[in-house]
Nanobody
Framework: QVQLVESGGGLVQAGGSLRLSCAAS????????MGWFRQAPGKEREFVAA????????SYADSVKGRFTISRDNAKNTVYLQMNSLKPEDTSVYYC??????????????????WGQGTQVTVSS
């Protein structure tokens, strides 16, 4: 079992920055890959970024590439999402997720085994 708790969401003006954190507990953190997804009202959940168990493999959605940075600290059992140059279209509930299959980082939500409860990010224009 893995428990995930996101934090760091909030209200920010367009062009601003936020850093999301996801604290994990349960299984050894370095035994699974991590991902960030987001879901806006009336829309499907979409991939944002993913990072391998070691941090050596990273993937981003095209919509956030160059603006968002995913990282992890295995000593703190935490994965981060640094979000810069935020846009109103980034407004969503952001979820972190754990993938126990560490063969490759994935942008497909259904392969992730555990999910956090989500944190709201609102970007005003």
């Amino acid at each position: 079992q893995v428990q995930l708790v996101e934090s760091g969401g909030g209200l920010v003006q367009a062009g601003g920055s936020l850093r999301l954190s996801c604290a994990a507990s349960g299984r050894t953190f370095s035994q699974y890959n991590m991902g960030w997804f987001r879901q806006a009202p009336g829309k499907e959940r979409e991939f944002v970024a993913a990072i391998s168990w070691s941090g050596g493999g990273i993937s981003y959605a095209d919509s956030v590439k160059g603006r968002f940075t995913i990282s992890r600290d295995n000593a703190k059992n935490t994965v981060y999402l640094q979000m810069n140059s935020l846009k109103p279209e980034d407004t969503s509930v952001y979820y972190c997720a754990a993938d126990l299959d560490t063969r490759a980082v994935s942008g497909i939500a259904r392969v992730y085994d555990y999910w956090g409860q989500g944190t709201q990010v609102t970007v005003s224009s």
